[in-house]
């Protein structure tokens, strides 16, 4: 496999982000602007740590949850093009899913959109009990 086809596209980083947004959702509906950024450090470390095959199923779940929405009803547009509003209500869908492909792509992106955050004092509140463990480090 050449290095080309082991990092991820300037498009495929953006559209992590409009995944990662509905799954772990900040107030002001805004990620972090640190986390918004396609030149990522984040993206060069998933890319030297992983294997070509990862690599291979994490594009594929991209494409997935990006052009699934064009067949669902209700929806008839990409993931991307949809509002914020709607590409929650179908990140909700998925998660639901009967489906072992498409809940293993949702799922797949839950732990990146996780990992993207770990650091995030807001993101990390939200799944933490109050108190001095929701700080990093702590």
Same mark, same amino acid.
């Given at each position: 496999m050449t290095r080309r086809m082991m990092r991820?596209?300037?498009r495929e980083r953006e559209?992590?982000?409009f995944i990662f947004e509905a799954i772990l959702p900040i107030s002001g509906g805004a990620l972090p602007a640190h986390k918004r950024d396609p030149k990522s450090a984040f993206f060069d470390a998933i890319e030297e740590a992983t294997s070509p095959s990862f690599l291979m199923a994490f594009r594929a779940a991209l494409r997935l949850i990006e052009n699934l929405p064009r067949v669902v009803p209700g929806? +008839?547009?990409? &993931?991307?093009?949809?509002?914020?509003?709607?590409? /929650?209500?179908?990140?909700?869908?998925?998660?639901?899913?009967? =489906?072992?492909?498409? +809940?293993?792509? &949702?799922?797949?992106?839950?732990?990146?959109?996780? /990992?993207?955050?770990?650091?995030?004092?807001?993101?990390?509140? =939200?799944?933490?009990p109050p108190g001095p463990s929701a700080e990093p480090g702590a």
């Amino acid at each position: 496999m050449t290095r080309r086809m082991m990092r991820l596209t300037r498009r495929e980083r953006e559209l992590c982000f409009f995944i990662f947004e509905a799954i772990l959702p900040i107030s002001g509906g805004a990620l972090p602007a640190h986390k918004r950024d396609p030149k990522s450090a984040f993206f060069d470390a998933i890319e030297e740590a992983t294997s070509p095959s990862f690599l291979m199923a994490f594009r594929a779940a991209l494409r997935l949850i990006e052009n699934l929405p064009r067949v669902v009803p209700g929806y +008839r547009a990409r &993931f991307s093009e949809l509002s914020a509003e709607r590409r /929650l209500a179908f990140i909700e869908e998925l998660s639901e899913s009967d =489906r072992n492909m498409i +809940r293993q792509a &949702f799922e797949m992106m839950k732990l990146f959109a996780g /990992l993207s955050y770990f650091d995030d004092p807001e993101a990390r509140a =939200r799944f933490l009990p109050p108190g001095p463990s929701a700080e990093p480090g702590a």
